[in-house]
């Protein structure tokens, strides 16, 4: 069971607005920046979503990120088939002195 | 455009130790805010950090696997590697090398490898 708490699964229609949780404590994301992670099947993981809400060059503004003290949240608005992928946040633990990935949440659109 | 790209052996007898190469091409390893990383994927589970080195080499393990795990980094042939001690079936996974950039607008890993199976069988 990971430290980091994302629910397995989710989904959506296209065109919907989804969003994914991810529930950590103090040590992480309360006080640490979180990233997202997207993985889409049979590849590497790919930067989505780093410090809280930051995206990097290339991602589409439809993946928007969140955080509110130890939870953080992924928001995938206008859904697409291509969004179909599983989502991993990650965090800095300062009692652990290591990097967290949460379980992962397999998204389905539907 | 730099790249990043894992080898090794896919076959690993359970009790050795498992060593794997990342060959960075098109930058240096020898850079400030960078720490050079290694994540691996059990098959159909999720993510697991290993451990980050940076160029002069500074460690940071997973403290699951501390007791198992040595990085290094050779800046002369610009690679990385992990070596993993004493395995089991436990660590066969994808094992994934990646660039960790750390900066006030950027704290994790944005280059990734395409990743490289490792099996732990006799």
């Known amino acids: 069971q990971s430290v980091l708490a994302q629910p397995p699964s989710a989904s959506g229609t296209p065109g919907q607005r989804v969003t994914i949780s991810c529930s950590g404590s103090?040590?992480?994301?309360?006080?640490?920046?979180v990233n997202w992670y997207q993985q889409l099947p049979g590849t590497a993981p790919k930067l989505l979503i780093c410090?809280?809400?930051q995206r990097p060059s290339g991602v589409p503004d439809r993946f928007s990120g969140s955080k509110s003290g130890t939870s953080a949240s992924l928001a995938i608005s206008g859904l697409q088939s291509e969004d179909e992928a599983d989502y991993y946040c990650?965090?800095?633990?300062?009692?652990?002195?290591?990097?967290?990935f949460g379980g992962g949440t397999k998204l389905t659109v539907l | 455009q730099l790249q990043v790209q894992e080898s090794g052996p896919g076959l690993v007898k359970p009790s050795e130790t498992l060593s794997l190469t990342c060959t960075v091409s098109?930058?240096?390893?020898?850079?400030?805010?960078?720490?050079w990383t290694w994540v691996r994927q059990p098959p159909g589970k999720g993510l697991e950090w290993i451990g980050s080195?940076?160029?002069?080499?500074?460690?940071y393990y997973n403290p699951s696997l501390r007791s198992r795990v040595t990085q290094s980094a050779h800046t002369s042939t610009n690679q990385f590697s992990l070596n993993l001690r004493s395995v089991t079936a436990a660590d066969t996974a994808v094992y994934y090398c990646?660039?960790?950039?750390?900066?006030?607008?950027?704290?994790?890993?944005?280059?990734w490898g395409q990743g490289t199976m490792v099996t732990v069988s006799s």
């Open positions: 990650a965090a800095w633990d300062d009692s652990l002195n290591a990097w967290l």
């Open positions: 103090s040590s992480n994301i309360g006080g640490n920046t």
């Open positions: 410090r809280n809400k």
């Open positions: 080195i940076s160029y002069s080499g500074r460690t």
């Open positions: 098109g930058g240096s390893i020898d850079t400030n805010n960078y720490y």
């Open positions: 990646a660039r960790h950039v750390d900066t006030a607008m950027v704290d994790a890993l944005d280059l």
